[in-house]
């Protein structure tokens, strides 16, 4: 959450030329806002649709933006098990900045209340993200253009049998 996924996801799919798709836009397209979602239907509905979503947004070429926590789910682990999977990393000073409304699993509270719920989301998964992660890219501290000029790059360079490995 808030490490920049869209945003560089956009980019990154427009300097490769290829479709970009975010999951969470996917899900909201067809059943309305995930804050509803959540408060109607509970987490366990969202997840549902969010596993669809993914399933459906991972066929063909394409930059897929995964919600944060889209990967708890074992099918979706497998899914990207044949995928380049970049992970994005973000600390929690810069977390603090950026976070703002419309996150369900943060709301209520004050802003430090969301950083604390924010950092303790972020270690639970961390290990599920590192294991399905081919590529890291920290977006704390620089642009955001940067970043995605970066990833891009590195995509284009990737080459069969590339190994796992960060930046």
């Excluded at 975010?22 to 979602?37: F, R, Y």
């Excluded at 669809?52 to 682990?77: I, K, Y």
């Excluded at 270690?123 to 970066?150: C, G, K, Q, W």
Aim: glycine fraction near 10%; avoid cysteine.
């Amino acid at each position: 959450m808030a490490a920049g996924k869209s945003k560089i996801g956009r980019l990154v799919a427009r300097s490769l030329g290829v479709p970009f798709r975010d999951t969470d836009k996917l899900v909201t397209a067809v059943h309305g806002p995930i804050s509803d979602i959540f408060a109607e239907r509970g987490e366990g509905a969202f997840r549902v649709l969010e596993r669809q979503a993914v399933s459906d947004a991972l066929q063909g070429d394409a930059v897929v933006a995964l919600g944060g926590g889209a990967v708890l789910d074992a099918a979706t682990q497998a899914d990207l098990a044949g995928h380049t999977v970049v992970l994005l990393t973000v600390d929690r000073d810069s977390v603090a900045r950026r976070l703002s409304g419309g996150r369900p699993l943060l709301d209520g509270g004050d802003a430090d209340e969301a950083v604390e719920r924010w950092a303790s989301i972020a270690e639970a998964r961390m290990p599920i993200y590192e294991s399905l992660a081919t590529v890291t890219f920290n977006t704390s501290a620089r642009p955001i253009s940067h970043i995605a000029d970066d990833i891009a790059t590195w995509a284009r360079q990737r080459g069969p049998g590339t190994e796992r490995s960060t930046s």
